[in-house]
C-alpha cells in the first residue's frame, strides 16, 4: 500500500529544519575542516582554518547563524516508488521558508525578478522547490542554503565527447583557478557530467548533497573524485585563497546519460559553510 505524502509534512519539516542549517554546519563538514587544519603547514591557512572551525562552534552553541549570507532555499522532494503525494505538496513551502527566516532572523538575500525587479522580496522567498522520484523506497527532503559567492563561482560547459575525462579535469580546474577564490575556499565541490543543458547543472546540485564520510557509488567515480581533490588542492589556492594545503576538502561527481554528441560539463561551488542536509519523511 502506498503512503500519501501530504504538504503539511513537507513545509513542517521545511520549517523545523532550516534554522539547523543555518546555525549548525554538517558534522562531516566539520571533521573536513578539522581534519584539514591537523594537516596544514602554513601559518596563515592554519590560522584561516581554525578561525572556520571556532566560527561553527559559536553559531551552534549560540544559535546564531555560520555566515551572514543565508542563502537561497533549494528544496528537493524525493519520492520512492511506495510514495504518493497529496495536491499541491511544495505549496506551504515558501510559507514555511518565510516564517523560518524571520522567526530565525536570518538575512533575506532573494529579490522579486533578477532583471525586471530587483527589489527585495523581505522573507527569502520563493523557494527553488522541485520534485524528483527515487528507485529508492520512501521519501525525504533535501536541503541547501545556498549563498550568492559559491553560486557565482559556478559554471556550465558543453564540452564535446572528446575532450573525454581528461577535458573534464581540466575544465573543472579552469574553474577553481578563475573563481575558487571568491567562493570562500575550503570548498566542496560538486561536479555533474551528462544530461542536457538545462539538468546538468542540477546534477552538480545533486552531487554536492553525498556526505564527505559516504564514498562514491562506484570505482570509476571514486577515483575521479580523488584525482579531481588531489589537482584542485595542487593548486595552491587555499584556505580563504591566502595559500596552503587544502582548496577543497571534498569534490563530488554525479554523472547521467546524454546525447552521443554531447559532454556536458557542470561545477557548482559549495563554500567552507557548507549548508546542506538530507531529512527522512
Not at 21 to 44: H, K, N, V
Not at 105 to 113: G, I
Request: net charge negative.
Amino acid at each position: 500500500m502506498s503512503r500519501v505524502i501530504g504538504k503539511e509534512e513537507v513545509a513542517d519539516l521545511v520549517r523545523e529544519a532550516l534554522p539547523k542549517l543555518a546555525f549548525e554546519l554538517p558534522s562531516d563538514i566539520q571533521a573536513g575542516l578539522a581534519d584539514a587544519l591537523e594537516r596544514e603547514t602554513s601559518p596563515r591557512a592554519a590560522e584561516v582554518l581554525r578561525l572556520l572551525v571556532e566560527n561553527a562552534r559559536i553559531a551552534r552553541e549560540d544559535r546564531v547563524a555560520i555566515c551572514q549570507d543565508t542563502g537561497s532555499v533549494w528544496v528537493c522532494l524525493e519520492i520512492g516508488p511506495d510514495v504518493c503525494i497529496a495536491g499541491d505538496v511544495l505549496d506551504g513551502v515558501d510559507e514555511a521558508v518565510a516564517y523560518a527566516y524571520t522567526e530565525g532572523n536570518l538575512r533575506k538575500s532573494l529579490v522579486r525578478d533578477a532583471l525586471f525587479d530587483r527589489s527585495n522580496t523581505g522573507d527569502n522567498t520563493p523557494a527553488f522547490a522541485e520534485i524528483h522520484t527515487s528507485e529508492l523506497p520512501g521519501a525525504r527532503v533535501h536541503l541547501m542554503c545556498k549563498g550568492g559567492g559559491s553560486d557565482n563561482a559556478s559554471r556550465v560547459v558543453m564540452l564535446t565527447p572528446s575532450a573525454g575525462r581528461q577535458g573534464i579535469i581540466e575544465a573543472v580546474l579552469a574553474c577553481v583557478r578563475e573563481k575558487a577564490a571568491n567562493a570562500c575556499p575550503p570548498l566542496i565541490i560538486g561536479v555533474g557530467v551528462g544530461s542536457t543543458f538545462d539538468k546538468v547543472a542540477g546534477l552538480a546540485k545533486i552531487a554536492l548533497m553525498r556526505p564527505l564520510d559516504v564514498p562514491a557509488p562506484d570505482e570509476m567515480t571514486d577515483a575521479l573524485e580523488r584525482e579531481l581533490l588531489e589537482a584542485v588542492n595542487a593548486t595552491g589556492i587555499g584556505a580563504a585563497a591566502l595559500g596552503g594545503k587544502t582548496t577543497a576538502i571534498g569534490v563530488r561527481v554525479k554523472t547521467a546519460p546524454c546525447h552521443i554528441a554531447a559532454l556536458p560539463l557542470a561545477v557548482n561551488m559549495g563554500c567552507s559553510a557548507m549548508r546542506r542536509g538530507t531529512f527522512e519523511l
